[in-house]
């Protein structure tokens, strides 16, 4: 007990030190800790006013050529018949790499292609419809079916000819009625000869009447014949003119055979041709919904395990085509419109690729090269992104470049001082307060 009341003596009396330590606290210690606080104070705001430090600007990016992969979907719902290239090829331009199923036969729309792309206007005429007409043709049937219509029109007109009859029998009539026309103005000079005989008689059988010498019964006689001559002459000459204005009438229904024959071979001819431009564009339409063919030059890459009588929808992605040639290397990013003042070109790029970690590989360092006027439909903006390093990390690795990459990237923008981003932000409260 008695060990007991020591301590507390002894903490008590400890305590009413501490007590008059605390209520009067050395002067010195006032002073230094309010000096180390201010300068402390002052330290913060020389560093806000001096350090600068930048702004990132985060989003992803896809690294790729300028010539960029192609991929390629299905056009509609069906199933694989057949795969020509097998994966990890080289593919050439127009190369067949997989046919999807359709009412029609591959070999036929081949050899239909092939014979459709090989007429021209003049040699349209030669194409082998009994041949064709064997064709396995599916969804193309009724556009070759209309073409080979107007192709056998064409040469019905062109066998029968059923202008020639027209045309020959009025160069016939034409022919004969001129002849007849030389005789007949034949006959005109002779009948006009004898016409002025007549008169001269007449003449001369007046004058003889009024001197006595032949009987008035005789001059009526002489005039007569004169009317009758003359009337034989006016025969003559209707007769000329009426020759002469058959002559023309066939010679317009001539005219008329050929222009009519022209007017419709042209018409026959320009609805072959419509028939063939239309089927040509029923093949390609063909093609274009069933057979998949190489895009560009490069390596192929299925992008999912594809067999025959494999189902694929419509719009999903197959395959991609590597470009042969990738010259030069760039980066695309989209970035939201609320970012897109800040950044500018030749503004330094920092760049994590999902593919390869950049704590053991590093980052890969870029600069803006351009940035698109105007959003995309999702309001972002399109910026594109030079790599001057190629793809050299900081850590000095070269990665190989053999397929699309992504990662995120962060662009680095103008850089500020902490005050003048907090002068930044007191601007923007006081204009608020003003509006209001």
Known sequence: METNRNILEQIHLRSEEVNDVLENPPHWLIRWGSTVIGLLIILFFVLAAIVKYPEFIPGTIVISSQNPPEKIEAVLNSKIEKIFVEDHSDVKIGQPILLLQSNANYEDVSLLKQLVDSLTSDNILQFPIQRASAFRLGEIQEDYNAFAKALQDELLFAQLKPYDAEGLAAGRNISDYENRIINMRQQYAIEEAKLQLTEKN????????????????????????????????????????????????????????????????????AGSLLMLVKLKKSIIQWEHN???????????????????????????????????????????MHIAAQNQGKIKPKQKVLIKLDNYKYQEFGIITGVIHSL??????????????????????????????????????????EKLTLAERILAQLRSILKYQNYE
């Open 290 to 332: 069933y057979l998949i063919r190489a895009s560009i030059d490069g390596k192929l890459s299925y992008l999912q395990f594809l067999g025959v009588n494999q189902f694929v929808k419509a719009g999903t992605t197959l395959l991609s085509i590597f470009p042969t040639n990738r010259k030069v290397i760039v980066g695309q």
């Open 372 to 413: 698109s006027l105007t959003p995309d439909k999702d309001g972002k903006y399109y910026v594109e992104v030079a790599l001057p390093k190629g793809l050299e990390t900081s850590y000095h690795k070269k990665i190989d470049f053999n397929q699309e990459l992504t990662g995120n990237a962060d662009i680095v923008t």
């Open 202 to 269: 007449y003449k001369r059988s007046e004058l003889l009447e009024r001197q006595g010498v032949i009987a008035a019964l005789e001059l009526e006689n002489e005039k007569l014949k004169l009317l009758e001559q003359r009337k034989n002459f006016k025969n003559i000459q209707l007769s000329l003119s009426q020759l002469e204005e058959s002559v023309l009438n066939f010679k317009k229904v001539q005219t008329g055979v050929q222009i009519n024959k022209s007017k419709d071979q042209s018409n026959y001819s």
